[in-house]
């Protein structure tokens, strides 16, 4: 049976809904403290056959399995008259790549938190959660129709709001989960409508497969980047791309390893995924693309901005993840060009995506070492000049922040790299938007020194500098146990090398072009085989770029450490702007909570004394009714017999004399 | 009368033998019972002349009815038919029985016990001869054979002010409506020369449908109206709450059903509902005329006022009783009204049309309505006992605490009074307000109007029924339900809330559907519209 995965493809969303399910059921009562093992268990048995898959996947050569170019199994979910909707999973090269990504993370991140949250009344809750959420993320990248999809994608949705909301007596706690929650149910209306609409549009049908072919014979174009547009701000939502990026910072109120696997490396790559699947819908509207590679570049750049201030360290790695999800949406976003710039695109997307799962899920758990060493303390004001206390720790971390901030031959290098180079072709002269994309391509630039410095100035600050440690820790702040160091470092080996295996071979791009790319898209959309040429100008330059705001950050936090001091007096307007988000919360607040309160407010009073008294009114009419006619039920037997005979004689006259 | 008749009318006998099994037990446990009292004997003798009957039932079924030339005859000169809506119906009562038996088992007194149970077996077997009727005469003896073993069984067991009042109205009220009928019968009579019904409609019909002769509609009201009186139709209704009052609970579930389930059958028949093959022949000329329509165009106009008018009042009266078993006759005239509803869109519908066909939808409400009326007042007896009876709605306080599986069956009960998803309440209303929405034509908006006065009649409905169910739920006892031991009792209301569901999902809906049009299909004639 281990041959043909068809048998076992179902296995890697079950077994960790099974372990949710047992923990969940028996977790309070038996389990307690042995709950880890099983959601341990079924998140390295999914990484297992995920590996499985992978490598069945890459068996495939053209039409293989069953004449399809993707394993595939199909169950009836239900059908209502004559629509089916289809249960029905399928591993192409994009699946293969997400499951590996997020069963593997994942298995580390259950790993982890093992130790990060020992002691803890909640962790068999914990536990349940997480194994919840690896169910509906494997899933969402398995579905083979957009329902599946939508049902994948708000199971994702319920697991953050639970793991956000987990220590829910912190009121802080409970409003970021809802906040996360509701915000990124704004974006889902949007994807829900575009989802109705392809369902209308395209011959109720909700199968990728399907859906694709027809798409590349529709006719109304306009129609076609709406449902994009629409299919965007559910990813926009989930993947916290301006406007709705706001939920993601508070969501760090959650766990540690939460925010590394649900916040950095798994559950926010969601609409990425979504738009990349998508790439035969969106390759047939660039406008749409544009509009993504804009708002996609805008995050980057803002959500670089807003971290360059921040005083959490978590908070800065989280502005920092808006930022990356900004760099994957804009390589989505920057293959108009021709089809063969698609490919690369959507390869480089997916690849940032997957070196992005590895340094950012690292340096969250590294920020978790040290809010596990510092007591729950996590303001980098409070703490300083930690690498002795915690060598692995800073090692781990050390390799985490250089991958991200784009050194060269780190994982993050690599990945960036390539999506840059394919911003710079988008931008060449005479192809569509070409001057848009040339400015897209200097602001990822400049984002990368930019994330070049606040990377390493979170991290000068937290390891450098004179030994300084919160009270809250105790005189025995110490390293984090093993089970915890373990993950950092199998995560550092994949933060420094991933890139560097598979991105000068091109081994991942090559992949997943012959198991995805080149059977999903249209034949005509390719000429012949995409190539991966590395654009050594943009590596040297965006290189130079992010050494530049690395030394920035060095010179001004190790050598000047006044420095920073007298600039943020210099610039207090720009400083208080970024430190402030852009106050883009509080005008979220002003001009879209506080409105509607007073609307809720308002609707509240109809309801309570409008609405109520007339259905109190209308409630009481019966009653009245029949208090008015209840006389007429005297029980005296000859009254009866007349009004009998009286009703015959009423019938008489309306049937009669009609 | 020639030898073809004599061979069918003396053939008659042998497939009128589960009547005449219950009515020899009747018989026996009669004598037997001035000789030895005692509840348990005589329900055991009840039981088991009630399952053999069943069984018998099952047999006769299989037994080949005349067809083709003697078939014809046997449908024009035969006072009783044995088709399958007939059997249908058989079968129905027997099961009643069965549970209203298993219902009494410890309720009536030893002293009384075995005249309970002997007129309980002659109502049944009068229910089952009710819907074999094919002539006026032998529908009114049938229906009488249900009238008077219950004024016996109503007076039977209590003799207070309260029973005799209830039992002497009952009398009096019921002999009125005996008295309408008759009249009507003799119209009819007069107006075709011939008490077999079939025959009736035949005659009727072959003068076209349509308005009919003013005789005619006169005969059609006091028939209704004196059928209107066992089915609670108001204002035909005011003995029910009376009555049902001064009743033993069981008298009370009793009247609450099975006379109901006969009035209707009798309805079906009268008006030509349903009818055997060959009474009416599709006119030319006037291919809309549908079954119900053989009378009269005024059929449906008199159903809709009688719907409209029964339902509104019981549901109205029904808020404000405290008293639970009054409260339960409101609710059984409301529920006449949707069954009602049912009987008027039935002329202007079709199976095979529309999807919707009136006669089946009120077959599968009969059923539902007793299943979860009978199931309502097994509650009340089983937990009523003489220390601290169970009368008013504010008894029940506290009943989830101290009888949590009681409480949730009277709770299933009352959503499907109500109305409620995964209940035969609902199944039941949404077949007929479908149908009555499913009404094309000229009528249409009429009976889309008829379907919206049911909503909001269901609507309030569940103020009343609720309030039962918060009651339950929500207070507490000062004295708490004591409830007794009561095997009998208990299965009884287990079996109608297994029904109650059961009957609502499959496959149960399906066995149920599938009885009630096979019940109807088979001998019904094809409406026209169906034809087309």
Redesign the interface.
Known sequence: MFSDPRYYLWLIPALPLLAAAVIGVLGKAILRDRSHWLCIGGAIGACILSFMTLSAVSGLEGDRIDGHRCIRIYYTWFHAGNVDIPFSLQADGLTAVMLVTVTFIGSLIAIYSVGYMHGDPGFPRFFAAVSLFLASMTLLVLANNFIVLFAAWEGVGLCSYLLVGFWYAKPSAADAARKAFLVTRLGDVGLFLGILLIWVNFGYSLEYDVVFERARSFDNHGLLVVICLLLFSGAVGKSAQFPLHVWLPDAMEGPSPVSALIHAATMVTAGVYLVARCTPLFGQAPEAQLVVACIAAGTALLAALIALTQSDLKRVLAYSTISQLGYMFLALGSGTMDHRLAAVAVTAAIFHLFTHAFFKALLFLGAGSVMHAMGGIIDMRRFSGLRRLLPVTHWTFLCGAGALAGIPLLSGFWSKDEILAVTKQAGQPGSFASGIYLLLFFIGVATAGLTGFYTFRAYFLTFWGEEKVPHEAGHHAHESPPVMTLPLCVLAVGAVGAGLVFGPTGWFGGFLEEHWVNPEFPRRLLSDRAEHAHDYLVMLFSSIVALTGVGAAYWMYVRQPALADSLARAWTGLYELSRNKFYLDDFFYSMIVKPLTVLALLARVVDQYIVDGLVDLV?QV??F???A??P??N?L?QF??L??A???G???L???L? | MNDLQNALLAGQFRYILPEIVLAVAATGIFIGGTFRSGRYLWSWAALGSLVASLFVLTITAGFVLPSGEAGRTATFSTPLLFDSLANFVRVLAIVAGILLVLFSWNEVPDRHAADYLACLLVIIGGVGLTACANDLVSLYLALELISIPTYILLYLPRHDDAAQEAALKYFLLSIFSSALLLFGFSYLYGLTGTTNIAAILHTLYGQGGGDMPAVAQIALITVVAGLGFRITAAPFHFYAPDVYQGAPTVGAALLASLPKLAGFIALLRVLGFVTPDGVLVPVAGRPHVLPGMALSDQVPILFWFLAAFTMSLGNLLAVLQDNLKRLLAYSSVAHAGYMLVALAAAPYLSERSSGSDGVHALLYYLVAYGVMTIGAFAVIAFLSTPERPVDNVEDLAGLSGSHPYVALMLAVFMFSLIGMPLTAGFTGKFLIFFGAMNVVGEQADLYRWLAVIGMLNAAVGGWYYLRIIAVMYLRTALRPIQGRRNVPGLVTLIVCAVLTIGLSIPPGANVLLDAVKNATGIKSTPSPIAQR
């Open positions: 409630g019966p009653a009714i029949g208090y006619v209840r007429v039920q029980g037997v009866y017999a009004l009998m009286l009703g015959v009423g019938f008489f309306a049937i009669l009609r």
